[in-house]
Nanobody, 115 residues
Framework: QVQLVESGGGLVQPGGSLRLSCAAS????????MAWYRQAPGKSRELVAT???????NYGNSVKGRFTISRDNAKNTVYLQMNSLKPEDTAVYYC?????????WGQGTQVTVSS
């Protein structure tokens, strides 16, 4: 079955960096577009970044220039490098893939940006 397992979240000071990982299994990872979303308390889930099977990337306006999505097909893993973090980046971050007309999600990893 499809599994997405996020890791790498935590508490970081404003201006700091974190790298999130999402280990995927149960589908052909190398052929799939992967995405990161986030959801802050009281807000709807928003798209952070996507990466296609060919490596093309797309970012939400609020993270452009600060976040970088990448993938390692040999490890079936997608990453989110987050730099220059701001308090408004505080959220639960989710890994996502759409397969066969269905959307799959990981359990999420908490990122808290605070001094």
């Amino acid at each position: 079955q499809v599994q997405l397992v996020e890791s790498g979240g935590g508490l970081v000071q404003p201006g700091g960096s974190l790298r999130l990982s999402c280990a995927a299994s149960g589908f052909r990872f190398s052929s799939s577009t992967m995405a990161w979303y986030r959801q802050a308390p009281g807000k709807s889930r928003e798209l952070v970044a996507t990466i296609t099977s060919g490596g093309s990337t797309n970012y939400g306006n609020s993270v452009k220039g600060r976040f970088t999505i990448s993938r390692d097909n040999a490890k079936n893993t997608v990453y989110l490098q987050m730099n220059s973090l701001k308090p408004e980046d505080t959220a639960v971050y989710y890994c996502n893939v759409n397969l066969w007309g269905r959307s799959y999600w990981g359990q999420g990893t908490q990122v808290t940006v605070s001094s």
